[in-house]
């Protein structure tokens, strides 16, 4: 069964350092979204992407963050300058003609 | 502001034991309310409703929504151990392609 695959499953960084978080969506779906859960919180929408184009982004999704898909099956969570409070799971997302979001494992991005 | 809201919020049960999880919502345009389970890492799909009164059964869960009351029921029956988990609602409002808004999560635990 496919299955959105997201890479690192851990990210270490220090608080100012970009970072980039990978994930290839279920190949023929055409809504791609990131998520994140700080730990013991609720799991958040970020943003979402459609048609090569942010449809929708969050309060949380500043200047600091941005996303691509870069080729036909990649889609790329960028934040620009780390702080602390970014630590959190990333989750990606994808939806397709099932009709429910199918997610990703999860990368976990400590911020220090 | 669309609002998920799940109770309890923890619950211990043994074996055997019958469950049930509730959800109430409040959100514009109501599409769509999808149930996914969560263990170490990515939610889980379980069930998707659109319509009241439709039970949609996966072996020991089942749930149901109320589009008029604006809430849905997860049942579990039977539990199991590996019934632990941390259980989420959460609606899609407005189009399709829209975001998910979750709500807490009700984490269940299943004791031996």
């Known amino acids: 069964e496919p299955e959105v695959t997201q890479t690192p499953s851990h990210q270490v960084t220090q608080m100012g350092q970009e970072v980039i978080l990978r994930c290839v969506p279920i190949?023929?779906?055409?809504?791609f979204y990131w998520y994140r859960q700080i730990l013991g919180q609720k799991v958040e929408f970020l943003v979402s992407f459609y048609n090569n184009e942010i449809s929708e982004k969050s309060e949380i999704f500043d200047d600091q963050f941005s996303v691509e898909r870069p080729d036909g099956s990649n889609f790329t969570l960028k934040i620009r300058s780390t702080k602390l409070e970014d630590s959190a799971m990333y989750f990606c997302a994808s939806l397709g003609k099932q009709l429910f979001t199918n997610f990703g494992p999860g990368t976990r991005l400590t911020v220090t | 502001e669309d609002k998920v809201v799940q109770s309890p919020l923890s619950l211990v049960v043994h074996e055997g034991d019958t469950v049930t999880l509730n959800c109430s919502y409040e959100?514009?345009?109501?599409?769509?309310l999808l149930w996914y389970k969560q263990e170490k890492k990515a939610p889980t799909f379980l069930f998707m409703l659109t319509s009241s009164g439709i039970e949609k059964k996966s072996g020991r869960l089942s749930s149901i929504l109320d589009k008029k009351e604006l809430f849905s029921i997860l049942n579990i029956t039977a539990t199991q151990t590996g019934d632990s988990a941390i259980y989420l609602c959460a609606v899609v409002p407005m189009e399709y392609g829209n975001k998910l808004v979750f709500g807490a999560g009700t984490i269940l635990r299943v004791k031996s």
């Open positions: 959100v514009t345009n109501f599409r769509s």
């Open positions: 190949s023929n779906h055409l809504y």
